[in-house]
């Protein structure tokens, strides 16, 4: 059975940083897209970053040049490296694993994990 397990949120103070890591077992890790979503109450799921099976990475406007999405392979892991963390940034963070093969889409995610941000 496929598991996603996200770590290292907590509080943080406006201005400060976390690293989200999330653990990945029983799938072909590699050969998976990772991404990062967040949501809060009463909206929608947000995508903030995607890192292709390439390494290749996009963004949501709102967090570019504060957060890195980055990826190992070898420990079938992927992070969120969040820089400049604002109030705004408060929310459950979710990881995502997605392919596409022949048609056929799986489509996995974490349980979450809490960050808020508060002075």
């Known amino acids: 059975q496929v598991q996603l397990v996200e770590s290292g949120g907590g509080l943080v103070q406006p201005g400060g940083s976390l690293r989200l890591s999330c653990a990945a077992s029983e799938l072909t890790f590699s050969t998976y897209a990772m991404s990062w979503y967040r949501q809060t109450p009463g909206k929608e799921r947000e995508l903030v970053a995607t890192i292709g099976s390439s390494g290749a990475t996009t963004y949501a406007d709102s967090v570019k040049g504060r957060f890195t999405i980055s990826r190992d392979n070898a420990k079938n892991t992927v992070y969120l490296q969040m820089n400049s963390l604002e109030p705004e940034d408060t929310a459950v963070y979710y990881c995502?694993?997605?392919?596409?093969?022949?048609?056929?889409?799986?489509?996995?995610w974490g349980q979450g994990t809490q960050v808020t941000v508060s002075s």
């Open positions: 995502n694993a997605r392919r596409s093969v022949v048609g056929i889409t799986m489509n996995y």
